[in-house]
């Protein structure tokens, strides 16, 4: 069973400070990752996603795998209260698996003003 | 551009009733799936059509069936309805090339059976 783990959360940050979230995948053979923010009652869309080892950088957002150690984080800088959302981590697997994409939990963020 | 759309957007069911979800998009996308997402859970995949005529399973299709109805369309159909497939349903389509890779959702819709 191929796996992703988030904490769930919530993680509560001040206006203004990093918000950084995790996730850890358990399929060495995962090509793609992908963040998705979902607010209350809606429907999740697309952040970024990163595909190479290393950091992705995108406005306040930034991304980054670290493939060796199944890993991939997102920082969010100078975080707002419109920030507050659930963010979902999704990897996806080679394409003889479908390029079908397995979500995690998703961590809860609250940005406090 | 509507993007994709589900029908309908609330549904309340008795146990063993059947009904079928629609989705269909305007992106002239190739890819399209249907997620479940129950609380604390993330989003999981039921069925995905990688093309118009195909379609396959993904990780909890039991109870369910899909139809590509053509390029726009893809409806999950639930034949025979059960309290543990009260949940919320997207459809999603997808587009890549090789800077970008993003599956769109629609609205969702939320089930509940009784």
């Known amino acids: 069973q191929k796996e992703v783990e988030q904490n769930s959360g919530p993680l509560s940050v001040p206006e203004g400070a990093i918000a950084s979230l995790n996730c850890t995948y358990s399929d060495r053979g995962s090509q793609s990752f992908f963040w998705y923010r979902q607010y209350s009652g809606k429907s999740p869309e697309l952040i970024m996603f990163?595909?190479?080892?290393g950091d992705k950088e995108d406005g306040r957002f930034t991304a980054q795998l670290n493939k060796a150690s199944q890993y991939v984080s997102l920082l969010i800088r100078d975080s707002q209260p419109s920030d507050s959302a659930t963010y979902l981590c999704?990897?996806?697997?080679?394409?003889?698996?479908?390029?079908?994409?397995?979500f995690g939990g998703g961590t809860r963020v609250l940005v406090k003003p | 551009n509507a993007g994709v759309t589900q029908t309908p957007k609330f549904q309340v069911l008795k146990t063993g009733q059947s009904m079928t979800l629609q989705c269909a998009q305007d992106?002239?996308?190739?890819?399209m799936y249907w997620y479940r997402q129950d609380p604390g859970m993330g989003l999981r995949l039921i069925y995905y059509?990688?093309?118009?005529?195909?379609?396959d399973k993904g990780e909890v299709p039991n109870g369910y069936n899909v139809s590509r109805l053509n390029k726009r369309e893809f409806s999950l159909r639930l034949e025979s309805a059960a309290p543990s497939q009260t949940s919320v349903y997207f459809c999603?389509?997808?587009?890549?090339?090789?800077?970008?890779?993003?599956?769109?959702f629609g609205p969702g819709t939320r089930l509940t059976v009784l």
């Open positions: 059509s990688a093309s118009e005529g195909t379609t």
């Open positions: 990163i595909y190479s080892n």
């Open positions: 999603a389509s997808r587009t890549a090339s090789g800077s970008t890779d993003t599956q769109y």
């Open positions: 992106m002239n996308h190739n890819s």
């Open positions: 999704a990897v996806k697997g080679d394409k003889a698996a479908g390029n079908k994409l397995t």
